[in-house]
């Protein structure tokens, strides 16, 4: 049984002020929510004053990108040696907007993923389709790509370390969300995938978040899924009752 993740990715929102009022919140409505992973990630300069005020708690901190060497004349970059002591768990690679805006591509998410897992976090790698290759029927050849480019050379051991995220980019942030049988389609191909790069165990283990315009609404009938592991929550995750609402409707 695949324990149920629910990762809230704040983007570029909440000064380190507006942050702790967030947490502080959010750790009053989760207190007695247990069985599901919970995770933040806010923005690098937030994560040093969120991760004091996590300590003791069961919300585990996440960081939204990561560069893959761990020191050197890198202007502007953060490295997963960092991440990791200011007490970051989770790092999030290849979201959409990355790809998109900052041109990240297969490789360059393979090697942030390798990056992480040397390092001992836990990477969320996102894989998915824009409107125009979906309309074109071209989901699950995106789908393919981005699996087998961003995950090139792992073992069986380092897979089972990750998390997988499917982010439909045309539900991001638009109000849409693929329908839950939607979802769950691409999720079983991406199990499948999996089962042909590694084996049927590891296929088995590995949990695939869902990301695609996550509400308190919407979340029971996408966690109904017998593939879908959890969500990786953009604009609902900046309020704690909604996000406290989608971690609670995760758990049923």
């Not at 073992?155 to 045309?170: I, N, R, T």
Request: proline share 4%; charged share 25%; net charge negative.
């Amino acid at each position: 049984m695949r324990r149920p993740i629910i990762a809230g990715n704040w983007k570029l929102n909440k000064t380190p002020h507006e942050a702790i009022l967030l947490v502080d919140e959010l750790k009053r409505e989760l207190v007695d929510v247990t069985g599901v992973d919970v995770l933040v990630c806010p923005p690098f300069v937030d994560l040093s004053e969120v991760s004091d005020a996590l300590v003791d708690h069961d919300i585990a901190l996440g960081a939204q990108n990561v560069f893959w060497e761990d020191s050197g004349a890198f202007t502007g970059e953060i490295s997963a040696p960092m991440l990791k002591d200011l007490g970051v768990a989770y790092v999030i690679i290849g979201h959409s907007e990355r790809r998109q805006y900052f041109h990240e591509t297969n490789e360059t998410v393979n090697k942030r993923l390798r990056a992480v897992l040397k390092h001992g976090l836990t990477p969320i790698v996102c894989v998915g389709e824009n409107l125009s290759q979906r309309e074109s029927n071209k989901t699950f050849d995106v789908i393919k790509d981005h699996c087998e480019g961003s995950l090139s050379g792992l073992s069986v051991e380092e897979m089972k370390k990750a998390v997988l995220a499917y982010e439909p980019v045309w539900a991001i942030g638009t109000g849409k969300t693929a329908a839950p049988q939607q979802a769950q389609e691409v999720h079983v191909f991406i199990r499948q995938l999996l089962g042909k790069i590694f084996d049927a165990d590891t296929a088995d283990s590995v949990r695939i978040q869902y990301g695609g315009s996550v509400t308190p609404d919407n979340i029971v009938l996408l966690m109904a899924q017998p593939d879908i592991d959890g969500a990786l929550v953009g604009g609902a995750s900046l309020k704690a009752p909604s996000f406290s609402a989608i971690v609670k409707g995760a758990k049923k």
